[in-house]
């Protein structure tokens, strides 16, 4: 086993779906495989303005060969695993890269930085994960919001970053993942609901909004952004329960079975769509809008 980076482009010509799978070439097959039940980072080439350079992270399950296209094999991504990086990590941290293992005996970069898969070293990974998973303290959740039963749990720290701990294990902590989820998602909303369009923050300075999953964990929802909502108490609550959902052109739609349709309007902000990140996509993804309505949404 090994650790990895894996190139991926929002505009790629590959077939991917990064939670879930990512396609590469015949020539990269050894490298892969080498990261087999092992974490790799997805990396998106930063010298295009808005791109997000090292963003995420990914545990391998398997390789399988693309049925669909000749010469070509698919590297499954094992399901949970995948988690949005809170801060995404740039190429460069100041004058020195962050990936010390592309530069060659002169300190140069080397050709490897070309490379669509590469190996990682485990110095490397942890340097990145460190920097990616720095969280904003205005984006952690209340105290009062920790569940009573997270009180007594074997990792219970309720602010789980400060106190020294592997990261790496750790990436596979519920308690720690829905943190750098909430990181993540209230920072792409600016903190503000989706629904109402409010942006409440109270006296500790922290935001009045959770970070609600499209498709929820239990039915594999993956951490990732595009999965993801920022939504206020009742919107959340009314949005967990299908009384209230959105279409693919994020039009919010209310149910024709709650019992006060009137005030549930008036909640909605005035544009009478979700308000969503700038960057398309950080938006919330078809597919996972779409299983809301079918599995959840009370039409």
């Not at 600016?190 to 006296?203: E, K, W, Y």
Request: with cysteine.
């Amino acid at each position: 086993m090994a650790h990895g980076v894996f190139i991926h482009r929002s505009d790629s010509i590959y077939d991917d779906s990064p939670a879930e799978r990512y396609q590469f070439p015949k020539q990269y097959r050894g490298r892969v495989e080498r990261c087999l039940g092992d974490w790799i980072v997805y990396y998106e080439p930063t010298k295009i303005a808005g791109t997000k350079g090292y963003h995420a992270v990914a545990r391998v399950q398997s390789v399988v060969s693309d049925p669909s296209v000749p010469g070509m094999f698919v590297a499954l991504i094992e399901p949970g695993s995948y988690l949005d990086f809170p801060t995404p990590v740039a190429f460069m941290d100041g004058d020195a890269v962050v990936e010390t293992g592309l530069l060659n005996e002169h300190g140069r970069l080397s050709g490897r930085a070309q490379a669509a898969v590469r190996p990682l070293s485990n110095s490397d990974f942890k340097r990145i994960i460190d920097l990616g998973l720095v969280e904003d303290a205005s984006l952690l959740p209340r105290v009062d919001d920790v569940p009573v039963a997270a009180a007594f749990h074997e990792e219970q720290a309720p602010f789980e970053f400060e106190v020294p701990r592997d990261r790496v294990a750790s990436l596979s902590s519920r308690l720690v993942r829905d943190r750098l989820f909430r990181s993540l998602v209230l920072k792409a909303y600016d903190r503000r609901c989706a629904v109402t369009g409010l942006q409440l923050i109270n006296g500790g300075g922290r935001a009045e909004v959770a970070a609600a999953h499209i498709r929820p964990v239990e039915a594999n929802g993956p951490d990732i952004l595009s999965n993801g909502l920022a939504l206020s108490g009742t919107a959340h609550w009314m949005f967990d329960r299908g009384l209230i959902s959105i279409d693919d052109d994020l039009k919010i739609l209310v149910s024709r079975h709650v019992n006060d349709e009137q005030g549930v309007r008036s909640l909605i902000n005035p544009s009478g769509r979700a308000l969503v990140p700038p960057r398309a996509t950080d938006r919330p993804h078809p597919r996972f809008l779409n299983w809301h309505r079918e599995n959840c949404f009370k039409a």
